[in-house]
């Protein structure tokens, strides 16, 4: 039987054009079934049936007071939570969110090619990938260096494209735990064309595995 997903991609603010693309790309993943939402009300109702909660580019304040309470209920007893890119630029006013999360955007450059630096190969998200992944992305920088709060497994080379703002320890792709539930995010799929890169959908496949407690 496959894992459920509740896919919530509401926002408040930015709206990426590739909302569109993730979700079909993560509906074509076998291993889910998912249900797709932008109605706060989904998150407002018991979250246990589901294997991961994943905010995919959500961005602004999203959820109810209640909605809050059953995210965190939810991961704190053993939910996953997944983070996909403008996830990072969610739940300002939420200071769960930004713990729950690890690290809060602030910024980025234009959209460019980079390199990506995998620092821990040793995770369902970056196993496939190369030692040095290049790839078109914004680049986010956040507001603090989640490195201690988080197990880190990319960084960004800001020496590999203009206008990065955190300097030579940059993270953008991590995992930690929450409560008893397993929190995954990546700073990366920006665009639509990440959505149809095999090296993206694998790295985004191991990290909804992870998050779901199906691989390790």
Not at 4 to 22: E, K, N, W
Not at 72 to 95: I, K, L, Q, R
Not at 139 to 155: A, Q
Not at 176 to 196: E, I, K, P
Request: hydrophobic share 35%; net charge negative.
């Amino acid at each position: 039987m496959n894992a459920r997903l509740l896919v919530y991609t509401r926002t408040a603010a930015y709206r990426h054009d590739s909302i569109p693309d993730a979700v079909a790309a993560v509906r074509d993943m076998d291993e889910f079934t998912v249900e797709h939402t932008e109605d706060p009300a989904a998150l407002e109702v018991p979250l246990d049936g589901y294997a991961a909660v994943v905010f995919l580019s959500t961005s602004g304040e999203v959820l109810t007071p209640g909605g809050r309470d059953r995210l965190s209920g939810y991961v704190d007893a053993g939910g996953g939570f997944v983070g996909v890119h403008a996830a990072a630029c969610t739940e300002y006013d939420w200071p769960y969110y930004g713990d729950l999360l690890g690290a809060r955007f602030a910024r980025h450059p234009e959209h460019q090619p980079g390199k990506a630096v995998v620092e821990d190969h040793d995770h369902p998200a970056t196993r496939s990938l190369p030692a040095v992944w290049d790839f078109t992305d914004e680049w986010y920088d956040f507001h603090s260096n989640p490195r201690g709060r988080v197990r880190v497994l990319v960084t960004a080379d800001e020496t590999s494209y203009e206008g990065g703002g955190m300097g030579p320890d940059h993270p953008l792709v991590w995992c930690r735990g929450q409560g008893r539930g397993r929190v995954f995010y990546t700073g990366l799929g920006h665009a639509a064309d990440a959505y149809r890169s095999p090296d993206f959908l694998a790295h985004l496949r191991g990290g909804l595995l992870w998050a779901a407690g199906l691989r390790n």
